[in-house]
């Protein structure tokens, strides 16, 4: 199981821009897929963006497209999440997960190791 660890959250105004961080230790981090996760007060968990370990694929749910834009640093190892237009119903508590399966699960009840996530908050 990779331990991840979210950053970069913040509170902005409505239209600004975000960048997320999700790091872990060691390389194998860079053959997981890895997806981004949010929960806003009162909800459940929802999916929000994914990228395959190759770089080669993305996801997104339908709220987020054109707006988010997930990517990956081999390098460091990390994973960001990309948010601009920001609006009031993306506030919420962002986490990150790896998972070793392409397409991912988007049903964060199946997933298991959730870091302590970075809030997100959106004024109006």
């Known amino acids: 199981q990779v331990q991840v660890v979210e950053s970069g959250g913040g509170l902005v105004q409505a239209g600004a821009s975000l960048r997320l961080s999700c790091a872990a230790s060691?390389?194998?981090?860079?053959?997981?897929?890895v997806t981004w996760f949010r929960q806003a007060p009162g909800k459940e968990r929802e999916f929000v963006a994914a990228?395959?370990?190759?770089?080669?694929?993305?996801d997104y749910a339908s709220s987020v497209k054109g707006r988010f834009t997930i990517s990956r640093d081999d390098t460091r190892p990390t994973v960001y999440l990309q948010m601009n237009n920001l609006k009031s119903e993306d506030t919420a508590v962002y986490y990150c997960?790896?998972?070793?399966?392409?397409?991912?699960?988007?049903?964060?009840?199946?997933?298991?190791?959730w870091g302590q996530g970075t809030q997100v908050t959106v004024s109006s």
């Open positions: 990228i395959n370990y190759s770089h080669d694929y993305t």
């Open positions: 997960a790896a998972q070793d399966t392409w397409p991912v699960i988007r049903s964060p009840q199946l997933l298991k190791g």
């Open positions: 060691g390389r194998t981090f860079n053959y997981y897929a």
